[in-house]
C-alpha cells in the first residue's frame, strides 16, 4: 500500500485530545465458524497491535473444535445472530432478523445457548445481527434472554434500549456495493476523523467506544494492511483500547 496521509484523522484525535475526549476504541470481526488462515492471522494482528478482537461466530455453523484454537486473551467470543440465513421480504435488504418471521426469537435465544454451550464464560453476551439489521421486537427481548449488548453499524442513536447497552461500529474498510476491495483510504480517513470530530462539537455521543469493523474470512492484503494502520493511529493519537469483557 502506497503512503497514507493520515493527517485528517491526527487532528480530530488532537482535538479530542485538547478538549478532555477520550476515545475508547473497539474492533469487531464478523462471520467466523472454523479456524482459517484468515483467522490465524486476524488473531495475530490482534496481539501485535494490543487491540482485542469481539469475534462475532455464526452459531448454526461453528466448527466445535473452534473453542480449544483461539486465543482467548485477544479473542471474545459474541453471537452473530444463528445461522447467518437472509429472511429478507421483497424489497427488504438482506436480514436475518429485521423482517418479521415466526421463530426469529428462538433462532436469537438458541444462538447464545450453542455459544454458551461451546465457549461457556469465555462468550461475550453480546448479539450482532446479520448484517446489521434488526427488527425492535426481536430488540425487545434480547435482555430477557441473557443478552447485554447490541452491536450494529453507524453511530447508536442512544447508550441503551430495551435493557441493553448499545454499542456499535463506526469504520468498515470494504467496499461491498463494489469490487470488495478496501474503500478509497483517503474516504475512510476523512469518515473517521468526521465521527470524532461530530463528538467533539455535541453531535454524537462522544461515550461511544469508536468501532472499527473488518470480516477477516474477505480481507485482501490492502484491507489488512489499512486495518493495522488504522489501529495503530487510533493508539498513537490517544485512543485507548476498549472491551466489552471490561466495561459492560
Request: proline share 8%.
Amino acid at each position: 500500500m502506497t503512503t497514507l496521509d493520515w493527517t485528517p484523522l491526527r487532528r480530530a484525535l488532537a482535538q479530542c485530545r485538547r478538549e478532555d475526549i477520550a476515545v475508547p476504541m473497539w474492533w469487531r470481526d464478523d462471520d467466523a465458524t472454523r479456524m482459517t488462515p484468515a483467522l490465524a492471522q486476524l488473531m495475530d494482528t490482534a496481539v501485535r497491535i494490543g487491540v482485542p478482537v469481539h469475534l462475532a461466530i455464526i452459531p448454526a455453523g461453528v466448527d466445535p473444535n473452534l473453542p480449544g484454537e483461539i486465543d482467548t486473551g485477544h479473542i471474545l467470543p459474541v453471537v452473530h445472530g444463528w445461522a447467518h440465513a437472509d429472511h429478507s421480504g421483497p424489497g427488504d435488504k438482506k436480514n436475518e432478523f429485521l423482517t418479521p418471521r415466526p421463530g426469529a426469537a428462538h433462532d436469537a435465544q438458541a444462538g447464545l445457548n450453542k455459544m454458551l454451550a461451546l465457549f461457556g464464560n469465555e462468550v461475550a453476551r453480546m448479539f450482532v445481527p446479520p448484517w446489521n439489521r434488526i427488527n425492535d421486537d426481536i430488540t425487545g427481548v434480547l435482555a430477557k434472554q441473557g443478552y447485554r449488548v447490541l452491536s450494529t453499524y453507524r453511530p447508536r442513536p442512544r447508550p441503551a434500549l430495551a435493557g441493553l447497552a448499545i454499542v456499535n461500529t463506526h469504520v468498515d474498510p470494504i467496499w461491498w456495493s463494489g469490487t470488495r476491495e478496501l474503500v478509497d483510504p483517503d474516504i475512510l480517513i476523512a469518515r473517521a476523523a468526521a465521527q470524532l470530530t461530530d463528538r467533539v462539537e455535541g453531535r454524537a455521543d462522544h461515550t461511544e467506544p469508536f468501532g472499527l469493523l473488518t470480516h477477516h474470512l474477505v480481507h485482501t492484503p490492502a484491507i489488512w494492511s489499512f486495518t493495522e494502520a488504522f489501529l495503530d493511529e487510533m493508539q498513537s493519537g490517544g485512543a485507548t483500547p476498549w472491551s466489552m469483557e471490561n466495561d459492560i
